[in-house]
Every structure is written in structure tokens, then in C-alpha cells.
């Protein structure tokens, strides 16, 4: 183990790989900063628009909506139960990580006695496969399947609990979309098998849980175990077995909190460590990335609980200067209006409108609106 990281350098560490250098800015750029940032959680329609802005800004929405459109970059349901968007290639490492887990809470809220999990969920796949299906049509079509094969337990299951409804059309293996072209704003109602759409990968659990940790590393890390096991929605003896396999392909660190960080022995290159004023999307990865302990690395314990909404889970959009989370943001739109409005987070200096001038211009670029007016208010402490 080397020398203890300081705080600082951690920071710095991350935040190269968290804003690559990449010059283009067209769907090739898109994919190779999705390469770079790793899969990205986007419940939040627009959060995926707006992760590219903060860190690709000048990339336009029809440059996104054709990567999308076309299928380079993909949206579906995979580890932990939530939505995120990733390039092709980790979707399929996703969706092996999530099939155990998967199979567990299908089994648990479906309250299977004659079907086995694998036999649900290649049923699905099997219904999605020929075209686009809405949500409600995989549930109908699932709760008759079940009826003619299990008992009333799990037609019962399929018909009155929401999560059973979303574990169906939710499955790892189905890729989502919106019902037209209108990805920032418009939620992903319809599914179909990924193996349908592009030639997928299909790694064992096993080949998967390594390639995934490495990915974790190389777009967040350094980071602690509990950190990778929290992100990917596996118990620490995935990730113990992954990192034995690796062997000197990750390194261990001492962090400045005390515990032993993981990286990988050789780190991406090239991004920056300042990558000045950025406005970040709802569920940023330099939140997510981590679990609980590690979200301090760019905003305090407290600055943490002003900006997630433990309530329904959501982390609102912050804003990034110099490498430290100083604020959140929101759009209020009115008609065809659109104004930002920035709270700063308690004990950080208000930043003045001008400096907004760049950030805003990739947020219209990325999601195709005019801002019409920016306001910076103190926050309440």
C-alpha cells in the first residue's frame, strides 16, 4: 500500500476521469464519453442529455437523439432496479451482473411455485423480441402466461403490486425507449429484447462482475469496495472474488479517511482536474458512484442532504466549481420559457450570473431550448 491519498488528490483523481478530453462532438463523441464516464443512472429523462453537456458541452440534441435513435448508446433497467444509460458493451456486462439479483425479487414478489425465474424471464424477452412493446402489454401478456402456469399467488402478484409490474417490463435484458424521438423529455414506455435491437454480448456473471468492477474504477475511482458492491447492486463477495481475479491489475490505497481505496495500475489518461463551472444532471455520477460515506468527496455531509430528496430518492441537479459540488439548479419553465434558478449550498460564495454564460449555452445546445434568464440566490441555512 502507498502513501496516503489526501483528500485533494482524490478528488483530482476522479475528477480526470470523470471529464475527458475529447475533441468531436459528434454520436461517436457521445459513445466515447459514455465509454469514459461508465454506465450512467437516468431515471430522469433529460439527466442524460445533461450528463453530455457537463462534460462533452457543445454537443447538440440532434447529435444525441441520433446516437440514441440509433441504438450506440442504450437506456434499460439493470443493477440496483434503476434505469441507466450506457454504450452497448456495458449493457451486457449489466444486465449479467443484475440477472441473479433480478431473480431473487421476481421470486420473492411474484410468489413462484411451478415457474422457475429463468423460465419468467426468458418469456419476456421472447414477447419483446419482434417489436417495440408498451409496459402494459408486457404485464398483460405476462399475467396470462403466469395464469395458465402457476398458481393464484402470482396472478395475484402480477395484478395489484407496481413493483411486480416493473420487474416484468423492467427486465435487464429489455432495452427501453420513448414512444417518439423526444428522449430528453419523454419517459422510456417501450421495451424490447436487447439481442433484438444489436448483436449483444452475453458474458457469464462471473466475466461480467470483473470487466465491471474495472469499469467502476476507471470512471470513478479510486474508490473502496463497498463503493463498487453499492453501484453495481451486488454483495461485497462479487466484487472480493472479481478483485482476486484481477490481481495486479488494481492497486490498493490508503484513503485520507483511513480506508483502503482500489484503483486500477493503470488509469485512464488525458482529462482535466479543473474542469471549471458545469451545471450536472440530476443523479450525477460524482454522487453515485459511491455509497453513502463516499458522497462527500465533492460536497460536505450537509451539503448532501440539501440536495438529495430522501423522500422519493432524487439527487437534483448540482453545479460543479472548482472541483467542489457549491450549488443546485433547476429549470422553471413557463410556456415556451425557460429560466435556471441556482441555490447555493449553505457556506458557498454566490456566483455571479456572467459566469454562467458557457455552462448554460451547453445545456441549451443538449437539450434544444433558449434559456431566457439565469438567477443565483443564497441558499437557506
Not at 37 to 65: E, F
Not at 271 to 288: I, K, M, Q
Amino acid at each position: 500500500m502507498t502513501a496516503k491519498l489526501t483528500a485533494e488528490r482524490l478528488r483530482t483523481m476522479t475528477l480526470r476521469r470523470q471529464f475527458p478530453s475529447i475533441a468531436s462532438r459528434g454520436q461517436g463523441a457521445v459513445v466515447r464519453t459514455y465509454e469514459r464516464l461508465g454506465p450512467v443512472q437516468t431515471q430522469v429523462p433529460r439527466a442524460a442529455h445533461l450528463a453530455l453537456a457537463s462534460r462533452l458541452p457543445g454537443v447538440t440534441r440532434d447529435t444525441i437523439t441520433g446516437a440514441f435513435e440509433s441504438y450506440q448508446v442504450v437506456k434499460a433497467s439493470n443493477i440496483r432496479g434503476t434505469v441507466h444509460t450506457s454504450t452497448q458493451r456495458q449493457h451486457a456486462l449489466l444486465r449479467a451482473v443484475a440477472h441473479r439479483p433480478r431473480q431473487l425479487l421476481l421470486a420473492n414478489h411474484l410468489a413462484l411455485r411451478e415457474v422457475t425465474t429463468e423460465a419468467v424471464m426468458k418469456e419476456i424477452e421472447r414477447f419483446a423480441t419482434d417489436s417495440w412493446q408498451p409496459r402494459a402489454d408486457i404485464v398483460a401478456h405476462m399475467g396470462a402466461w403466469l395464469a395458465a402456469r402457476d398458481p393464484v399467488q402470482s396472478r395475484e402478484a402480477v395484478r395489484r403490486e407496481t413493483l411486480s409490474d416493473s420487474l416484468l417490463w423492467g427486465h435487464p435484458s429489455l432495452i427501453r425507449r420513448p414512444p417518439d424521438q423526444r428522449w430528453e423529455t419523454r419517459t422510456d414506455t417501450l421495451h424490447r429484447a436487447a439481442d433484438a435491437v444489436f448483436e449483444a454480448a452475453r458474458p457469464t456473471a462471473t466475466e461480467a462482475m470483473g470487466e465491471v468492477v474495472l469499469t467502476h474504477l476507471n470512471s470513478y475511482g479510486p474508490a473502496t469496495r463497498r463503493d463498487i458492491a453499492w453501484w453495481a447492486g451486488v454483495g461485497l463477495t462479487p466484487v472480493d472474488q472479481a478483485l482476486k481475479a484481477l490481481g495486479e491489475q488494481v492497486v490498493r490505497l490508503l484513503g485520507p479517511d483511513g480506508r483502503t481505496y482500489l484503483d486500477v495500475t493503470e488509469p485512464p489518461r488525458g482529462g482535466t482536474t479543473d474542469p471549471g463551472l458545469r451545471l450536472l444532471p440530476e443523479f450525477d455520477g460524482l454522487f453515485l458512484g459511491y455509497e453513502g460515506p463516499g458522497r462527500t468527496r465533492f460536497v460536505d455531509s450537509a451539503g448532501v442532504t440539501r440536495l438529495w430528496a430522501k423522500v422519493n430518492g432524487l439527487f437534483a441537479p448540482s453545479v460543479l466549481d472548482d472541483g467542489r459540488v457549491v450549488a443546485s439548479w433547476k429549470t422553471i419553465t413557463k410556456g415556451r420559457r425557460h429560466d435556471i434558478e441556482v441555490t447555493m449550498l449553505p457556506g458557498c460564495a454566490r456566483i455571479t450570473v456572467d459566469r454562467f454564460a458557457a455552462p448554460v449555452a451547453a445545456v441549451e445546445a443538449a437539450l434544444g431550448i433558449a434559456i431566457t434568464d439565469v438567477r443565483v440566490r443564497h441558499g437557506i441555512s
